[in-house]
């Protein structure tokens, strides 16, 4: 198995996580799409309508970045779903989302090493997350799934690369 097909797989496992804690949050059956790879050149398009996301810093027995971002129309519905405390303050909302389901993906992929893989505090952008994650990018591929349905999420892990600078850190 080369190096991306593994880390496609610990992907595949994280998103099957991040999915399940979704579904727990807004009801519904886990849904998570395949594992496709994003390169580099072609991320910038790709990720456009992602207006809003959430970013960690990953550590231990892998070293990266993690991203669950939400196109507008996904957020809108996402905040809906949760209610009206997350309609009062959305951007604490999305970024508590966005922890859990980064929190449950890398917990799945510290299960299947066996090792530690640490995550950061989150990072909340409200504007342009996308293309501030298809800046922060190096040279490298990128991982994601799409969780859910209708409150949609895309999650990605990105081996090797620091999370984007946001709006809000810490949010």
């Known amino acids: 198995m080369s190096a991306g097909e593994a880390i496609a797989e610990l992907a ?10 979704l579904a727990k949050l807004v009801g519904g059956a ?21 207006e809003t996301g959430v970013f960690f810093a990953v ?3 892998i070293e990266g970045a993690v991203g669950v971002l939400f196109a507008t129309a996904a957020r809108d519905a996402l905040v809906r779903a949760l209610g009206p405390a997350a309609a009062a ?19 799945a992929v510290a299960e299947r090493l066996g090792e530690r893989v640490t995550l950061s505090v989150p990072r909340l952008a409200l504007r342009g997350a996308g293309a ?7 040279d490298g591929p990128a ?21 984007p600078v946001c709006d809000t850190v810490g949010a």
């Open 12 to 21: 595949a496992r994280g998103a099957a996580s991040g999915a399940a804690a």
């Open 59 to 61: 550590g231990g027995a």
């Open 143 to 163: 991982f994601a799934s799409e969780l859910g349905a209708p409150a949609r999420a895309l999650l990605v892990l990105v081996p090797g690369a620091a999370p």
């Open 30 to 50: 886990p849904r998570a799409g395949g594992i496709f790879e994003l390169a580099a050149r072609g991320l910038a398009g790709y990720l456009a309508g992602y």
């Open 132 to 138: 501030a994650l298809a800046r922060a990018l190096s």
């Open 89 to 107: 303050d959305p951007g604490s909302a999305l970024a508590e989302v966005a922890n859990i389901i980064a929190s449950q993906a890398v917990g």
